[in-house]
């Protein structure tokens, strides 16, 4: 056993989105930091999709980037089609998506990484965390080099004992061509943590050459492309092209037929698969009625042929899965260059974990990313930044961020994660926000990049503009309201179709109707050319939804009631009366931080919570 | 309110049954039945839910009853704790000096609905269960407590249940419209919708409107006699009571305060005031009493205008009837076994009855009047929830304006994000009635309902 000799303040173990992010923001608020990672030629790899953001996502993205994290800046940089979804379904919905470069994506965010001063990016595998007296004291890789450092970050994405199936056929790895990390979830459970199992899948990987894109319809790009870093200026690069597929009943016969050698089905995957991604063979099987699926087909990179078919997920044979691509029109001499797989793996259950992501069990050591039972890049990098944060704020000696829910999505993933049992891999969906008219890609900034700022994440330039932004909202707003319109001026008259228009109104007012939008106002008073776009908007929201807006703050406010009932650590269950053994067994595990919080969790009834608050009264008084 | 002591109380009405039930709840429940009770068969240890045949003494070794007992071991039972039951006789004084030699050993009186409380606290009952529960106790009369038991059965939180699943199915396909852009879903076509809503408002409005019913069933319904004075109130009163409870002379001013006495009118409970007589005059505790029997007039569920029939109406009962406008009135014209020729139509197109607190007469007539004014139209129906909370009744009326507001949104092709909005505030009122919707119920249906997933 040697010791690699240097002690760090934060080991990043994981090389991933939730590694990247969390290795970089504790070395960007001056730790010293490692991130180790099993392969160095697959740091930020897409493992799947080639994409970042869409609904839920894309904020996820913008919150990441308003606390002065990397994900944004680096699909801005590598992205090569973007689309903003919903765009007419009202402000919190809309959402942006790109198409990434998959080998840009990881190549930008390597040399990122390798720039940052007080980060060392080194290759290693983990086998084994080192614990003393509950506390983490570093990790030992798999030569038995051991690594010093005051608090760990794990990120270990789908590689704890990851099993690929292939058909009936299957083999340990964490990822198609990489190892699986198998010793790290047995040193975990060796401590007291719970493990369980997950699996997700991947569909098989397509060569362009071999498809006839003339037979599929195509999808381009948005002509005028909204960035999804604050710091990102404009994107015109020229964009790459989608493609829409469909399966038909030949393709489903096929599968159906094949249905024997699907591990799945012959029951020798025992992991839980994502709810909201099932394989093709699932969707098949629990969709009998639904005679075509539909497939976005993806350019994985510029310079490389492969394609990716979304929503074509399998884990049956190779030979299968050839066979059904081919009965697909425009396919029919379709070549796979890499065969979908399906991977089950360890995660250590996130009930476990304080919402710093502070494990319970092991004091310093934190869990981001897919360990936690998550999916997707963009849930990863989000608790990898927090958990980033967390560590480094630990080793600072500075009093731990937590985002509410009222705050972000960050807040609503980490409380359920934290409040939830897992059932299958979680995911982000903008329905999982109680306050979602308040959480918008719009003002991530207004809502986190105060506290990105305050802990020293947030660069002094980002800073600049951000309070530059929020000096022209509120000049916008003034101007807005100060400025009149009255049946004299002909041209705005005429120009809004004001033709009912007695008295004069403010532009503000006018802003209200339905059918008048902030670039009309624009169009006819140029006073308002001197605010940036992004200021305007804020103000066109805040004036438009207001009634909606207030309503959702007194909500919040309804509940903060709850929320601001805080529940000491310290707190004795064994002796509050009159709740049932099952609720006192889950609060004393979680131990959860706030009344509103305990009434999260599931199975505790608001009876319970009634009892709890009126303990507490009881003690206090 | 504690909840970790013992606590006892009679658990049957304090009215002279043969036999009456009294409750021990909470942990020393068991203890303290062995401490005065002796089983026939001298058992040492009770089997749970078995009952026993025994006798109770007090420390003096006197037997203060015979009686049967039964041990409950928890959590199989009603409020989920150790309890015991002691069927007595049931004498009012045996039931107190029972009550007092468990308290003399520490249990506490239970207070009112205590022990439902405790089911509640338990996690035994939810909210609008134990609220029927705690009407059932104090339910004083027949249709109020089959009102009660309907409840309790799931009456309105089937209707709730209803409505809510039917905002639950709104939400679920918007808000797989709202997350899932990509998907191939069905059409956003909202038209459904607008119908949806439209009968959803209408059906809460009728049940709103039964509240007033509801509460009137079991509340009770406060009933005024007012006319002036010698007019017969007191008398009528103590007809209806069928006791002698006011003060009746034929002296003009002789009640000079409410005289307020509970009853039972053919199942509806009813509080009947007698009032002090409308007049002008200079006595101040008079002066006082009528100003009062103003001030009760508008708060009244009807009023009773009662009339002299043995002389010709005056311009004081006509006053009195101007101090009862704007409430529910019936006309009452006393004393039917002297009456004079009348029109008895003087006073307007409002029912009127014509009865002898003497003879009896005409009495059945206007309580049947009464109760089918109080019931109004629900008799019929038995299948109508009436509404007879007051927390109910609130939220059905908060989450009214989000389903209008959603029916705006949908009428006005308002952003889809909105009418997800007010669907979900919606559910949140409904929720605080019967359990609320979760974000993993909307997702569990958005997942088994559609093919998702890229
Ligand atoms: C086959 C497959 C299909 C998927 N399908 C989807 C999908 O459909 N939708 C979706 O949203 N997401 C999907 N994902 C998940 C998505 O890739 C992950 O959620 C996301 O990448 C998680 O990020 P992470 O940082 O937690 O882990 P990863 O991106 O997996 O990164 C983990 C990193 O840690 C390193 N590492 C692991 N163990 C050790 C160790 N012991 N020592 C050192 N380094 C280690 C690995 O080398 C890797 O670089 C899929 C993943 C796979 C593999
Ligand atoms: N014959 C007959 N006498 C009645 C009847 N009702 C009341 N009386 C008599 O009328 C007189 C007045 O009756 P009360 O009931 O005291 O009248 P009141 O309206 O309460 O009078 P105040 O309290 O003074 O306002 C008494 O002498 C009663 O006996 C009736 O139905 N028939
Ligand atoms: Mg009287």
């Given at each position: 056993?040697?010791?690699?000799?240097?002690?760090?303040q934060?080991?990043?173990?994981?090389?991933?989105?939730?590694?990247?992010?969390?290795?970089?923001?504790?070395?960007?608020?001056?730790?010293?930091?490692?991130?180790?990672?099993?392969?160095?030629?697959?740091?930020?790899?897409?493992?799947?999709?080639?994409?970042?953001?869409?609904?839920?996502?894309?904020?996820?993205?913008?919150?990441v980037?308003?606390?002065?994290?990397?994900?944004?800046?680096?699909?801005?940089?590598?992205?090569?089609q973007?689309?903003?979804?919903?765009?007419?379904?009202?402000?919190?919905?809309r959402?942006?998506?790109?198409?990434?470069?998959r080998?840009?994506?990881?190549?930008?965010m390597?040399?990122?990484?390798?720039?940052?001063?007080?980060?060392?990016?080194?290759?290693?595998?983990?086998?084994?965390?080192?614990?003393?007296?509950?506390?983490?004291?570093?990790?030992?890789?798999?030569?038995?080099?051991?690594?010093?450092?005051?608090?760990?970050?794990?990120?270990?994405?789908?590689?704890?004992?990851?099993?690929?199936?292939?058909?009936?056929?299957?083999?340990?790895?964490?990822?198609?061509?990489?190892?699986?990390?198998?010793?790290?979830?047995?040193?975990?459970?060796?401590?007291g943590l719970?493990?369980?199992?997950l699996?997700t899948?991947?569909?098989?990987?397509?060569?362009?050459?071999?498809?006839?894109?003339?037979?599929?319809?195509?999808?381009?790009g948005?002509?005028?492309?909204?960035?999804?870093?604050?710091?990102?200026?404009?994107?015109?690069?020229?964009?790459?092209?989608?493609?829409?597929?469909?399966?038909?009943?030949?393709?489903h016969?096929?599968?159906?037929?094949?249905?024997?050698?699907?591990?799945?089905?012959?029951?020798?995957?025992e992991?839980?698969?994502?709810?909201?991604?099932?394989?093709?063979?699932?969707?098949?099987?629990?969709?009998?009625?639904?005679?075509?699926?539909?497939?976005?087909?993806?350019?994985?990179?510029?310079k490389?042929?492969?394609m990716?078919?979304?929503?074509?997920s399998?884990?049956?044979?190779?030979?299968?899965?050839?066979?059904?691509?081919?009965?697909?029109?425009?396919?029919?001499?379709?070549e796979?260059?890499r065969?979908?797989?399906?991977?089950?793996?360890?995660?250590i259950?996130?009930?476990?974990?304080k919402?710093?992501?502070?494990?319970?069990?092991?004091?310093?050591?934190?869990?981001?990313?897919?360990?936690?039972?998550?999916?997707g890049?963009?849930?990863a990098?989000?608790?990898?930044?927090?958990?980033?944060?967390?560590?480094?704020?630990?080793?600072?000696?500075?009093?731990?961020?937590?985002?509410g829910?009222?705050?972000?999505?960050?807040?609503?993933?980490?409380d359920?994660?934290?409040?939830?049992?897992?059932?299958?891999?979680?995911r982000?969906?903008?329905s999982?926000?109680?306050?979602?008219?308040?959480?918008?890609?719009?003002?991530?900034?207004?809502?986190?990049?105060e506290?990105?700022?305050?802990?020293?994440?947030?660069?002094?330039?980002?800073?600049?503009c951000?309070v530059?932004?929020?000096?022209?909202?509120?000049?916008?707003?003034?101007?807005?309201?100060?400025?009149?319109?009255?049946?004299?001026?002909?041209?705005?008259?005429?120009?809004?179709?004001?033709?009912?228009?007695?008295?004069?109104?403010?532009?503000?007012?006018?802003?209200?109707?339905?059918?008048?939008?902030?670039?009309?106002?624009?169009?006819?008073c140029s006073?308002?050319?001197?605010?940036?776009?992004?200021?305007l908007?804020?103000v066109?929201?805040?004036?438009?939804?207001?009634?909606?807006?207030?309503r959702?703050?007194?909500?919040?406010?309804?509940?903060?009631?709850?929320?601001?009932?805080?529940?000491?650590?310290?707190?004795?269950?064994?002796?509050?009366?009159?709740?049932?053994?099952?609720?006192?067994?889950?609060?004393?595990?979680?131990?959860?931080?706030?009344?509103?919080?305990?009434?999260?969790?599931?199975?505790?009834t608001p009876?319970?919570?009634?009892?709890?608050?009126?303990?507490?009264?009881?003690?206090?008084? | 309110?504690n909840t970790s002591?013992?606590?006892?109380?009679?658990?049957?009405?304090?009215?002279?049954?043969?036999?009456?039930?009294?409750?021990i709840?909470?942990?020393?429940?068991?203890?303290?039945?062995?401490?005065?009770?002796?089983?026939?068969?001298?058992?040492?240890?009770?089997?749970?839910?078995?009952l026993?045949?025994?006798?109770?003494?007090?420390?003096?070794?006197?037997?203060?009853?015979?009686?049967?007992?039964?041990?409950?071991?928890?959590?199989?039972?009603y409020?989920?704790?150790d309890?015991v039951e002691?069927?007595?006789?049931?004498?009012?004084?045996?039931?107190?000096?029972?009550?007092?030699?468990?308290q003399s050993f520490?249990?506490?009186?239970?207070?009112?609905g205590?022990?439902?409380?405790?089911?509640?606290?338990?996690?035994?009952?939810?909210?609008?269960?134990?609220?029927?529960?705690?009407?059932?106790?104090?339910?004083?009369?027949?249709?109020?407590?089959k009102?009660?038991?309907?409840q309790?059965?799931?009456?309105?939180?089937?209707?709730?249940?209803?409505?809510?699943?039917?905002?639950?199915?709104?939400?679920?396909?918007?808000?797989?419209?709202?997350d899932?852009?990509e998907?191939?879903l069905?059409?956003?076509?909202?038209?459904?919708?607008?119908?949806?809503l439209?009968?959803l408002?209408?059906?809460?409005?009728?049940?709103?409107?039964t509240?007033?019913?509801?509460?009137?069933?079991?509340?009770g319904?406060?009933?005024?006699?007012?006319?002036?004075?010698?007019?017969?109130?007191?008398?009528?009163?103590?007809?209806?009571?069928?006791?002698?409870?006011?003060i009746v002379?034929?002296?003009?001013?002789?009640?000079?305060?409410?005289?307020?006495?509970?009853?039972?009118?053919?199942?509806?409970?009813?509080?009947?005031?007698?009032?002090?007589?409308?007049?002008t005059?200079?006595?101040?505790?008079?002066i006082?009493?009528?100003?009062?029997?103003?001030?009760?007039?508008?708060?009244?569920?009807?009023?009773?205008?009662?009339?002299?029939?043995?002389?010709?109406?005056?311009q004081?009962?006509?006053?009195?009837?101007?101090?009862?406008?704007?409430?529910?009135?019936?006309?009452?014209?006393t004393?039917?076994?002297?009456?004079i020729?009348?029109?008895?139509?003087?006073?307007?197109?409002?029912?009127?009855?014509?009865?002898?607190?003497?003879?009896?007469?005409g009495l059945?007539?206007?309580?049947?009047?009464?109760?089918?004014?109080?019931?109004?139209?629900?008799t019929?129906?038995?299948?109508?929830?009436l509404?007879?909370?007051?927390?109910?009744?609130e939220?059905?009326?908060?989450?009214?304006?989000?389903?209008?507001?959603?029916?705006?949104?949908?009428?006005n092709?308002?952003?889809l994000?909105?009418?997800?909005?007010?669907?979900?505030?919606?559910?949140?009122?409904?929720?605080?009635?019967?359990?609320?919707?979760?974000?993993?119920?909307?997702?569990?249906?958005?997942?088994?309902?559609?093919?998702?997933?890229?």
């Open positions: 056993m040697s010791n690699y000799g240097k002690n760090y934060v080991i990043v173990v994981g090389a991933g989105h939730a590694g990247c992010e969390a290795a970089l923001a504790s070395a960007r608020m001056g730790c010293t930091t490692l991130l180790l990672t099993i392969g160095l030629d697959t740091v930020a790899q897409m493992s799947c999709n080639p994409s970042i953001g869409g609904l839920a996502k894309g904020h996820l993205v913008h919150e980037d308003a606390l002065g994290g990397e994900m944004g800046l680096n699909i801005d940089a590598t992205g090569i973007f689309r903003r979804l919903n765009t007419r379904k009202g402000p919190a919905v959402a942006a998506r790109a198409q990434a470069d080998m840009a994506y990881s190549a930008r390597k040399n990122v990484i390798e720039n940052e001063a007080l980060l060392d990016l080194k290759q290693g595998l983990v086998e084994e965390v080192l614990v003393e007296q509950n506390r983490i004291v570093g990790v030992k890789t798999r030569e038995g080099l051991e690594f010093l450092g005051q608090t760990v970050v794990l990120t270990t994405g789908t590689f704890m004992r990851g099993l690929i199936h292939v058909g009936l056929n299957h083999y340990a790895g964490g990822r198609a061509g990489e190892p699986s990390a198998e010793g790290i979830s047995a040193s975990l459970a060796s401590y719970r493990v369980g199992r699996k899948g991947t569909p098989a990987r397509l060569s362009a050459r071999s498809i006839d894109f003339s037979k599929l319809e195509r999808q381009a948005d002509k005028v492309v909204k960035p999804f870093s604050f710091m990102t200026g404009s994107i015109d690069r020229k964009q790459v092209d989608c493609y829409i597929a469909e399966t038909n009943e030949r393709t016969e096929i599968i159906r037929n094949n249905l024997d050698k699907s591990p799945l089905y012959a029951g020798i995957i992991g839980i698969g994502p709810r909201y991604c099932p394989s093709i063979e699932d969707k098949i099987v629990r969709f009998p009625d639904k005679n075509s699926h539909q497939s976005f087909i993806e350019p994985e990179c510029l490389g042929s492969e990716y078919p979304s929503g074509l399998t884990s049956l044979p190779p030979e299968v899965q050839l066979a059904y691509f081919r009965s697909m029109v425009g396919f029919e001499s379709v796979i260059m065969p979908g797989y399906a991977i089950e793996y360890d995660f259950e996130p009930m476990q974990l919402a710093t992501l502070e494990t319970r069990v092991i004091d310093g050591l934190f869990h981001a990313g897919q360990i936690n039972g998550t999916s890049y963009e849930e990098a989000g608790q990898g930044i927090l958990a980033g944060i967390n560590a480094a704020r630990q080793c600072q000696e500075q009093p731990p961020v937590v985002i829910r009222d705050q972000g999505y960050l807040g609503v993933m980490i359920d994660l934290i409040t939830q049992p897992t059932t299958d891999p979680y982000m969906f903008t999982r926000s109680e306050y979602r008219l308040l959480l918008r890609e719009d003002n991530a900034d207004q809502r986190l990049t506290l990105g700022r305050k802990i020293g994440l947030v660069s002094d330039e980002r800073w600049r951000y530059e932004k929020q000096k022209q909202v509120e000049a916008a707003m003034s101007f807005l309201q100060d400025t009149k319109v009255t049946s004299s001026d002909s041209l705005t008259v005429e120009k809004l179709n004001l033709g009912d228009l007695k008295s004069g109104v403010s532009l503000e007012q006018l802003l209200r109707r339905p059918e008048i939008n902030i670039q009309d106002v624009t169009s006819v006073g308002l050319r001197d605010y940036s776009p992004q200021a908007e804020q066109e929201i805040a004036i438009k939804y207001e009634g909606y807006i207030k959702q703050r007194e909500q919040v406010k309804r509940d903060r009631e709850q929320e601001d009932v805080k529940l000491p650590e310290t707190l004795d269950y064994d002796a509050i009366p009159s709740i049932s053994t099952e609720v006192r067994e889950k609060l004393k595990k979680i131990k959860p931080t706030s009344l509103g919080q305990a009434g999260r969790i599931q199975g505790v009876a319970a919570i009634a009892v709890i608050q009126i303990y507490l009264r009881k003690k206090s008084s | 309110m002591d013992t606590i006892i109380a009679p658990a049957t009405g304090s009215g002279d049954a043969g036999i009456a039930i009294i409750r709840s909470g942990a020393d429940s068991l203890s303290a039945l062995f401490r005065f009770f002796t089983p026939t068969g001298r058992q040492t240890e009770l089997q749970s839910h078995r026993y045949h025994g006798l109770l003494r007090n420390d003096s070794d006197f037997v203060v009853d015979e009686v049967m007992a039964v041990y409950m071991a928890a959590p199989h039972t409020t989920r704790e309890v002691i069927q007595c006789h049931g004498g009012q004084q045996v039931i107190k000096s029972i009550l007092k030699l468990y520490g249990i506490r009186l239970a207070q009112p205590e022990f439902t409380y405790r089911a509640f606290m338990n996690g035994r009952l939810d909210l609008s269960q134990a609220e029927a529960v705690s009407q059932l106790i104090h339910a004083k009369t027949d249709s109020s407590r009102l009660a038991i309907k309790m059965g799931g009456g309105l939180s089937r209707v709730i249940y209803n409505f809510s699943s039917q905002l639950k199915h709104i939400l679920v396909l918007t808000e797989a419209w709202l899932f852009p998907e191939d069905p059409d956003e076509d909202i038209a459904d919708f607008i119908a949806v439209t009968d408002k209408s059906k809460i409005l009728t049940i709103t409107e509240y007033s019913c509801g509460r009137v069933l079991t509340e319904a406060s009933i005024l006699l007012v006319g002036q004075p010698n007019a017969g109130k007191s008398s009528l009163m103590n007809a209806l009571l069928g006791e002698d409870r006011a002379t034929d002296v003009p001013g002789t009640t000079r305060d409410f005289l307020e006495e509970g009853l039972s009118i053919d199942g509806v409970p009813v509080s009947l005031v007698d009032t002090a007589g409308l007049r005059s200079s006595d101040i505790v008079e006082e009493g009528i100003r009062r029997t103003e001030e009760k007039i508008s708060l009244a569920d009807l009023v009773l205008l009662v009339v002299d029939s043995s002389r010709t109406p005056d004081l009962d006509f006053s009195a009837l101007e101090s009862c406008s704007g409430r529910p009135i019936f006309v009452v014209y004393k039917i076994d002297k009456a020729e009348l029109d008895f139509n003087t006073f307007g197109a409002f029912p009127v009855y014509r009865v002898s607190s003497k003879t009896a007469e059945d007539s206007l309580r049947h009047g009464i109760s089918s004014f109080l019931k109004k139209d629900y019929t129906t038995d299948e109508t929830v509404l007879t909370e007051s927390r109910h009744f939220a059905l009326q908060r989450c009214l304006e989000p389903i209008g507001r959603a029916l705006f949104c949908c009428q092709n308002a952003d994000e909105l009418i997800a909005f007010d669907i979900r505030e919606a559910l949140y009122f409904l929720g605080q009635i019967s359990g609320e919707t979760t974000t993993e119920d909307i997702l569990d249906d958005i997942f088994s309902g559609f093919c998702i997933g890229k």
